[in-house]
C-alpha cells in the first residue's frame, strides 16, 4: 500500500510539473525558458554566448534589445527534440 501511495504522489508531482508548463507563455522569459527545460538561467546565459560565438548550443533566442531576450517556447520544443537520442 506504502507504494501505491509513492506512486499517486509522484504522479500528482509531475502532474502540477506538467502544468506549470503548459502555462507558459508562447514567448518566455530566460527565467521561464530555465524552468521548461529544468536548467539554470547561468546554462541559458554560456548557451547564448556560445550560440553568439558560432556554436550550435542551447536553443535559439531572441535578442529584442540589449536587456530582453525571450525564448519561442515552440523553437525550444524543436531544439530539445532535435537532441533526442534512439
Known amino acids: 500500500m506504502e507504494n501505491l501511495t509513492e506512486e ?3 504522479l500528482r508531482d509531475e502532474l502540477r510539473t506538467l502544468q506549470v508548463k ?3 507563455p508562447d514567448l ?4 521561464q525558458c530555465a524552468e521548461y527545460l529544468n536548467r539554470s538561467e547561468e546554462v541559458l546565459y554560456l548557451w547564448r554566448k556560445e550560440r553568439n ?10 535578442h ?3 536587456r530582453t531576450i525571450l525564448y519561442d517556447r515552440e523553437d525550444v520544443l524543436a531544439w530539445a527534440r532535435s537532441h533526442r537520442v534512439n
Open 28 to 31: 518566455m522569459t530566460p527565467a
Open 8 to 10: 499517486i504522489r509522484a
Open 53 to 62: 560565438a558560432g556554436q550550435d548550443s542551447g536553443p535559439p533566442f531572441l
Open 22 to 24: 503548459q502555462t507558459l
Open 64 to 66: 529584442i534589445s540589449s
